[in-house]
């Protein structure tokens, strides 16, 4: 691989985590469960484990209908292990609370550690541990 093809992945897994955090937000879980490969893995906090779409869709899916939230991510540190598969990691501050009600926001600071791989529809999430530290 030349340094075009490295920058290439790279922006491409950035480009699956930025599109992850604003399809959370917005609730388009169908949008956020399509970013993941077809056996694709989410890991939540509480160790619960999302296996395939469907799984992952349904999950947040389920979740409250008035819960918003907002996931800022920075420190994205994207690494290519070859031309095929890469992995990163993300600090997250996820903002969260109830739609209309300003007094019950929590803040948490968080990581996500991803792997990537390429498939036949580009380059998907293969596996996400979401893990959560500070909070308040």
């Known amino acids: 691989m030349n340094a075009s093809d490295v920058l290439l992945i790279e922006r491409a897994c950035e480009r699956l985590i930025a599109d992850s955090a604003v399809f959370n937000d917005q609730?388009?879980?169908a949008a956020l469960a399509a970013l993941?490969?077809?056996d694709?893995?989410?890991?939540r906090p509480n160790g619960q484990r999302l296996e395939g779409r469907e799984a992952i869709e349904a999950a947040y899916a389920g979740g409250a209908p008035d819960r918003v939230t907002r996931h800022l991510c920075a420190n994205v540190r994207v690494d290519v292990d070859d031309a095929d598969s890469a992995h990163a990691t993300t600090t997250v501050l996820i903002v969260s609370g109830t739609r209309g009600d300003d007094s019950n926001m929590t803040y948490r600071v968080?990581?996500?550690?991803?792997w990537f791989g390429g498939t036949e529809e580009g380059w998907r999430i293969a596996e996400?541990?979401?893990s959560l530290g500070m909070n308040t």
């Open 110 to 114: 968080g990581e996500f550690a991803d």
């Open 128 to 130: 996400r541990r979401a």
């Open 40 to 43: 694709g893995v989410v890991v």
């Open 36 to 38: 993941y490969a077809p």
């Open 27 to 29: 609730r388009e879980w």
